[in-house]
């Protein structure tokens, strides 16, 4: 009998180099090695790619075996839990349909079309949490299939999936992935765990008009993330759910065809109405909140800051007033007086970067009608400095102030609070690749920050993905926690708006090596925008906040 080739296989986690033979799996090489990474082995990055447990070895490959600390382990982890709850769904109410919308309170809420709020809401949600607990004990295994496209139209249609086949008939791909799991069928965008078993920690919880599918702490599996109430952000969610349904595009296949159909158009003007009508809204709210003579501006990277406080200023002119602008980066503190962080790098993302005291004196000083020299920041020489800049404010002068620290109550303490109104801006995707697969606001904003770098800072789509953690991390840490501060939230993001960006980032993703981590992030990226039709930018006005993100915008940026 002839003997199998082998092949060599170098795995990380143990520092070990082996020959296997054809057809060894990863799941093979773990019993091999006793591979121990201190939790679950959910997954392994082959070459700098994602892959199932089940992956057969036919050349030569370095391995990593992942669990849930790592971000494609996180995401493998939630996906399948949503394939238990589709299957929960099915098994006990076959005639709601399950919609997986967004993350919220630290958790990813859900609804069931079709449910009565009024009626046995907490009943149902109890009873689907019990359905899950028992599919996990089961330990069924998640069944991956290569279907012919026109097989798996077929069987989206028995399940009633209509989302999914007016997604994957504007894809026009010859095969299609679904993913079984005993006795229903489902399309998940990227892989799932190999099995129901490896789902021990999650809670289902009613929430609003539905239920948060609550998930393990990033940073330590073995715990649930504690619900946060955060109801502004969840009105703004529900806000854009509305607009959604004004313009008519829950979905990417929607999105597609209307794009293939050449009505695009009426989408972008619309979706830019919407916008700007909240914009007059919000100079509105300013307006009658009288006291308040200090606009803070505040939001995570790619959110569109710069121009929607420009547009702002713009409706805050309509009804008589004259913006005063100021940028939080000209409070930089000199660079050696800049915190570090654990790793003893410089914390730019830290409130104590800034200022604060001169900040805080500068506004006071202005409110009290003085005129201030206004400082200035030069990240070249890390020193700040005057070029002769003053400002004064006159009668009808309104502060607005842009910067990520805005909702921060440390950031401007001695600030009378009913002087104060606070925005907070986000790109909160209101787009979802159908109704099972949702698209991270994360991933919308790292796609516009990925174009931005590349048109404006010169920086290939490796140098920002490789920032991105650090940037993320900030966030999480600097940010988020204040936005329940803010008066009114602000969504940036335009439904069409990845259609348009596709043209710019994929080229951008093509160039990352595939001998470095960050390639298996551009393949997740390339991926998904595989699913978009590209949109001409033709149509977009030069006032609208994606122009930050491209080219052709009327406004200056500094």
Known sequence: MKKLKEFTVYCENTKTEKKYPFGTTLSDIIEDQKVDIGEDILGAMVNNTLKELDYLIYKPKTVRFIGYSHPDGQRMYTRSLSMVLFKAVVDLYPNYKLKIEHTVSKGLYCELEGLSVNGNHEEVVDKLHQRMREIIEQDIPFEREELRTEIALRIFEEFGLEDKCTLMRTRKQFYSS?????????????YLVPSTGYL??????????GMLLVLPKKDNPDELEEIIIQNKLFDIFQEFKEWV??????????????????KIGDIIKVSEALQEKKLACIADMIQKRETARVVFISGPSSSGKTTFAKRLGIQLKVIGFQPVVISMDNYFVDRELTPRDENGNYDFESPHALDIK?????????????EIDLPKFSFQEGKRYYDGTKLKMEKNSIIVVEGIHGLNPEISA?????????VYVSALTPLSIDANNRIPTTDNRLIRRMVRDSKYRGYSALETLQRWPSV???????????????????NTALVFELGVLKRWAEPLLREVPPNVPEYSEARRLLKFLSYLVPINARE???????????????????
């Open 178 to 190: 679904v993913y079984k799991l005993d006795d229903v069928i489902n399309y998940f965008y990227g």
């Open 200 to 209: 021990k920690k999650f809670s289902l919880v009613k929430y609003y008009k």
């Open 245 to 262: 349904e004004i313009i008519g595009v829950p979905y990417v296949g929607r999105l597609n065809e209307l794009t293939l159909e050449r």
């Open 358 to 370: 001169l900040f805080n004196q500068n506004i006071l000083d202005l409110l009290a009608g003085k």
């Open 414 to 422: 001695m600030i009378p609070k009913d002087r104060k109104f606070k």
């Open 472 to 490: 993320r991390k900030g966030e999480e840490k600097h940010i988020f926690p204040y936005q329940e501060e803010a008066d009114i939230m602000f």
């Open 540 to 558: 977009i006005p030069p006032t609208s906040i994606l122009r930050e993100f491209l080219d052709g915008s009327s406004f200056h940026y500094s």
